[in-house]
T-cell receptor, first 110, second 115 residues
Framework: GQQVMQIPQYQHVQEGEDFTTYCNSS?????IQWYKQRPGGHPVFLIQ?????EVKKQKRLTFQFGEAKKNSSLHITATQTTDVGTYFC??????????FGEGTQLTVNP | DSGVTQTPKHLITATGQRVTLRCSPR?????VYWYQQSLDQGLQFLIQ???????AKGNILERFSAQQFPDLHSELNLSSLELGDSALYFC??????????????FGAGTRLSVL
């Protein structure tokens, strides 16, 4: 079945440092979504990427979809304590359901 | 507030017991998904219903079952509970069948503790 791999599983950074999480699929994706789950909270939709090579920005967050539509990344510039949480990618293959990656748990030391 | 309502928020029970978790999707959403999240783990997809019909099945144990009612709310039944079933159970909903570009909206979850 479709698999979506996400690395790293954990990332600890100092406030102000950058952070990147990567998502890789074994099959070509129709689109990819990113979700954030704050500690003690529930996953919340952040963004969706559909086009090959697409790049979207949300303030300090930059999302990329690979040219082959098999990988994606989320980059946070100058992390803040409010960025703490687990970031999930979720890939969709045509005709199949959305598949979540294992998530990257980000901690930010002030 | 995502608009997805899950009850109860917390559930404490004993091994061997049976519990029912309830989910009301966002107004207008026809799909309901159930996920299990163990401590510091990812989201394990259990099952999806669309407009009352089972749409997709994941790693759901035979001891677990679910259904979606005509008013679109859903229930997840967990029976013969084991210690390892202790987890956070999320319900999510989306407008469509789950493919395409449907965004999933998650409820706050039900935390199940099996003692």
């Amino acid at each position: 079945g479709q698999q979506v791999m996400q690395i790293p599983q954990y990332q600890h950074v100092q406030e102000g440092e950058d952070f990147t999480t990567y998502c890789n699929s074994s099959t070509t994706l129709s689109n990819i979504q990113w979700y954030k789950q704050r500690p003690g909270g529930h996953p919340v939709f952040l963004i969706q990427l559909v086009k090959s090579g697409e790049v979207k920005k949300q303030k300090r967050l930059t999302f990329q979809f690979g040219e082959a539509k098999k990988n994606s990344s989320l980059h946070i510039t100058a992390t803040q304590t409010t960025d703490v949480g687990t970031y999930f990618c979720a890939g969709h293959v045509s005709g199949s359901r959305l598949t979540f990656g294992e998530g990257t748990q980000l901690t930010v030391n002030p | 507030d995502s608009g997805v309502t899950q009850t109860p928020k917390h559930l404490i029970t004993a091994t061997g017991q049976r519990v029912t978790l309830r989910c009301s999707p966002r107004s207008g959403d026809l799909s309901v998904y159930w996920y299990q999240q163990s401590l510091d783990q990812g989201l394990q997809f259990l099952i999806q219903y669309y407009n009352g019909e089972e749409r997709a099945k994941g790693n759901i144990l035979e001891r677990f079952s679910a259904q979606q009612f005509p008013d679109l709310h859903s229930e997840l039944n967990l029976s013969s509970l084991e210690l390892g079933d202790s987890a956070l159970y999320f319900c999510a909903s989306s407008v469509g069948r789950g493919g395409g570009q449907n965004i999933q909206y998650f409820g706050a979850g039900t935390r199940l503790s099996v003692l």
